[in-house]
């Protein structure tokens, strides 16, 4: 058995729980805030055999897109007094960042 860990972008957590769960494939949904960017994203726990891990791969795969998100800028002081946002600058976030561990035990109590 494998654990499943998979961050994903909250624009695309929606569209990947909906496929999972059409796919009759369980899972826990946790609201994680991402440590660079301090951004709301969605991580999965997916308990899953593994012959299913491919499977559940690529739906998540085929739910997620790469997109160019803002850095946030500090303001900044300018000569006069006036306050201005400096350069901004963007990194590339996702699709889904997937961690694939082995189980050493399961049991459902
Ligand atoms: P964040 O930590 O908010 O990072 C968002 C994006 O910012 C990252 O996208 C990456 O492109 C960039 N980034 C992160 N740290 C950086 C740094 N020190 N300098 C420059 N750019 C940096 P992704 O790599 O796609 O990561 C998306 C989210 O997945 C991350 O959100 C974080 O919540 C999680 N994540 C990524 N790698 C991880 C890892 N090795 N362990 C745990 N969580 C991870």
Known sequence: ???ITAIVNKKDAGDVCRALTE????FTK????GGFLLTGNTTLL???ADEKVDEILGI????CAQRMEPVPVSPEMGA??????????EVLVGGAIVFV???QYYEKM
């Open 101 to 103: 561990t082995d189980v």
């Open 1 to 3: 058995m494998k654990m």
């Open 23 to 26: 796919e009759h494939i369980q």
């Open 60 to 63: 998540i795969r085929s739910h």
């Open 80 to 89: 006069n007094g006036t306050v201005f946002f400096g350069q901004s600058a």
């Open 46 to 48: 997916i308990g899953a």
């Open 30 to 33: 946790m609201a994680t805030t």
